[in-house]
């Protein structure tokens, strides 16, 4: 997570949708840097008006704009699968070294989820015991260049960007069924998806 004061936007970081690469290229601009540990980098948009606002406010920091990405929910699912199959993670409870895509998204779904599909949620990371966003400008991973041509036009500045912290190649492939089972359970992050939509 990054904060700008002058410019007064604050980057968040939802995992898995390519912030990383973006912390890393805008960082030497940034006031503030949360980069570690893990907790403080992807720190929810709620938690952060909760902690970290009051204190910007204390300090003259204030009417910070947060922008954050959302990435289409299969796909995101699918990063996770991925990276959860890393080497790394063999003969761990994490690992999604030998199960499919399918039973993966079927463990997401349970309410008592297995410690392989333990992955938090997108509509949890950007709103609060309602549908409403909380982020002031949320952006379709799938639409990044329209993020970086915001980003560039705040920050008055060119951006390369890298690609980093990439999930090793790996297929996932859903059933319609699960699919199916998935967009019911998990309605409000395909709603949010579509609603950052821009034509």
């Known amino acids: 997570m990054l904060v700008f004061s002058r410019q007064k936007i604050v980057l968040m970081a939802p995992p898995k949708t ?8 805008l960082a030497p601009l940034a006031t503030t840097v949360y980069s570690d540990p893990p907790m403080l980098k992807h720190m929810p948009i709620q938690r952060f008006q909760r902690f970290v606002v ?23 699912l699918g990063s996770w699968y991925k990276y959860r199959g890393r080497p790394f993670l063999n003969g761990r409870p994490q690992s999604t070294q030998n199960i499919d895509f399918d039973t993966f998204v079927t463990g997401y779904m349970k309410g008592n989820r297995p410690p392989y599909a333990n992955v938090g949620s997108q509509a949890k990371f950007l709103t609060k015991n309602s549908p409403e966003v909380l982020a002031d400008h949320l952006f379709q991973y ?3 260049p329209l993020l970086i041509e915001f980003l560039e ?3 008055e500045t060119k951006i390369d960007l890298a690609r980093e912290n990439v999930s090793p190649p790996r297929e996932f492939d859903i059933s319609p069924e699960v699919e199916a089972k998935l967009r019911k359970r998990f309605s409000l992050d395909f709603d949010i998806w579509e609603s950052a939509y821009r034509h």
């Not at 390519?18 to 290229?25: D, E, M, Y």
């Not at 910007?56 to 995101?76: F, Q, S, Y």
């Open 18 to 25: 390519g912030t990383t690469a973006l912390a890393n290229a």
């Open 54 to 76: 009051p204190l910007m406010d204390i300090v003259g920091e204030e009417n910070l704009e947060t922008i954050a990405v959302i990435r289409h929910p299969v796909d995101w």
């Open 142 to 144: 799938e639409q990044m």
């Open 153 to 155: 036009d705040r920050l």
